[in-house]
C-alpha cells in the first residue's frame, strides 16, 4: 500500500522548498554590483579562527596579511577585526550554522579570513545543524568558489570555478525521509547561479589569455540541472569567442587530472558544487595535498577566504595543532590580496610561497614535531618576502621546474 498521507506531507514540505528558491531566483535578479575597494575609505577585514586547528593555522595566516598590510593598517586604511562565536561549541549551543550576532558582525566586515570550521556529521556528538563554511556562503552569497592549483614542474596551472551556493549543498540539510525507506535529497540549478559561474570562469580564462574551460558535469545522468550547465555554457561562450569551451565528465575528469599526458592542457574548469568540492581535493593532492591549497569564495559583495581543508580535531586532541600546515590559509591571504586589488602583494606572496613550498624548503611541514611549526613557516615565508633577489630566485626555479616539465 502506498502511503498518500506520507505523499501529501512530503508535497507540502517540497512546496515550502520550491517557494524558497523561486524568491532567491527573484533575489538573484536584483543582485548589488560588485564592491570597488578602491573606492573605500577604509577596508574592514575579519578574521574567525573556527574550530580544531583552525585558530592556530589562521593566527598564523593573519601574522603574513598583517605583515602584508602594514602600511595601510597604520594609516587606518585597513582594519583587522577578530570575529567570535565561530566554534562547534557556540554554534551547538544556539543550534545555528551561525549565531546571529556573528553574522551580523560578519556583515559589516568587507572581506574575510577564516579558519576552518567543523561540520557535524551523522554519528558526530554534535546537533546536526548546517555546515558554518555552507551558511556563510549562502548568507553572503559566495557564489564563485575560486581554487588554483600549479604545479610547475608537471607544467600544470589549474584554476577552479566552483557553483558554491546551488547544486546538491543548496537544499543539503532539507532532505527527508518521505516514509522510513525513503529518503530524499535535492540538487539545484536556477539560470542565474549557473550564469553567473561560467560567466566569472570564462572573463578569468579571457583576463589571464589563458582562453580555455572546461565544463565538468555528470549531465549523461543528472541531466536536467547539469544540463542546465552545458546549455548556458554553450550560449554564454558565444560572448568569447577567443575562449575555447568544451565539456567533460565528471569521472572521467577524475582519471584524467592523474593521466600525465593530458593533465596539463586543462586550464580553467568551472563546476557545479559537489563536483567541485570533490576534484578540488584531488587536484590540491597532486600539488602535495590540501595543506597547500586555498579557497577564495567571492561573491558580488562580500568575499570570504580560506583553506580548502577540514579543522582536523585529531591534530587537536594528539596535542600537534601547532604543526597544522598553515600554507593552505597563506595562500587564501594571497587570494584576498589579489581581490581587494593588492596585485603586487599577492605575487610577492605567492611566489614566496612557491620557494618556500615547493622549491627551496628550508624548512617543512610533517604535522609533527618532525617538521616546522606553522609560525615558524609563516616567518620563513615573511623572510621570503623580504629577500631584494626573490623575483630573481623565483624565476630561476620556475624556469627549471618548466624546463624538466617540457623534457
Ligand atoms: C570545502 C569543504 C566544505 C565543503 C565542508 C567543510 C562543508 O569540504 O570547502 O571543500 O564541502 O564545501
Ligand atoms: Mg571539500
Partial sequence: MVDEAAIKAAQEKYGILLRK?????????????????????????????????????????????????????????????????????????????????????????????????????????????????????????????????????????????????????????????VTDDLAMDYCVATRQGTERIIRAGFEHARKTGKNYVSIIVKANIIKTTDGLFVDLADEIGKEYPEVKHDVWFIDITTAKLIDPARRADFKVFVLPNLYGDIITDEAAQIQGGVGTAGSANIGKKYAMFEAIHGSAPRMVTEGRAQYADPCSMIKAVAMMMEHIGETEKAHKLNMALDVCVQFEKKLVMTGRDTGATGDEFAQYIMDTMQRPDLEAVWQGYIDKAKAKAAQ
Wanted: proline letters at 6%; glycine letters at 8%; a negative charge.
Fill in 21 to 177: 528558491q523561486l524568491e532567491r531566483v527573484e533575489r538573484l535578479k536584483n543582485e548589488p554590483d560588485w564592491t570597488d575597494y578602491s573606492k573605500l575609505d577604509k577596508l574592514i577585514i575579519g578574521v574567525c579562527g573556527g574550530d580544531g586547528i583552525g585558530p592556530y593555522i589562521c593566527a598564523s595566516a593573519q601574522k603574513v596579511m598583517e605583515f602584508l598590510l602594514a602600511d595601510k593598517i597604520k594609516a587606518g586604511k585597513v582594519e583587522i577585526r577578530q570575529i567570535d562565536g565561530l566554534t562547534i561549541e557556540r554554534r551547538a549551543e544556539v543550534l545555528k550554522a551561525i549565531p546571529d550576532d556573528t553574522l551580523e558582525e560578519l556583515k559589516k566586515c568587507h572581506v574575510i579570513l577564516k579558519g576552518p570550521t567543523t561540520t557535524p556529521a551523522k554519528g558526530d556528538p554534535w546537533p546536526n545543524i548546517e555546515s558554518a563554511n555552507v551558511a556563510m556562503r549562502k548568507e553572503l552569497d559566495l557564489f564563485a568558489n575560486v581554487r588554483p592549483v600549479s604545479v610547475p614542474e608537471l607544467g600544470i596551472d589549474w584554476v577552479f570555478y566552483r557553483e558554491n551556493t546551488e547544486g546538491s549543498y543548496a537544499l543539503g540539510s532539507d532532505g527527508f525521509f
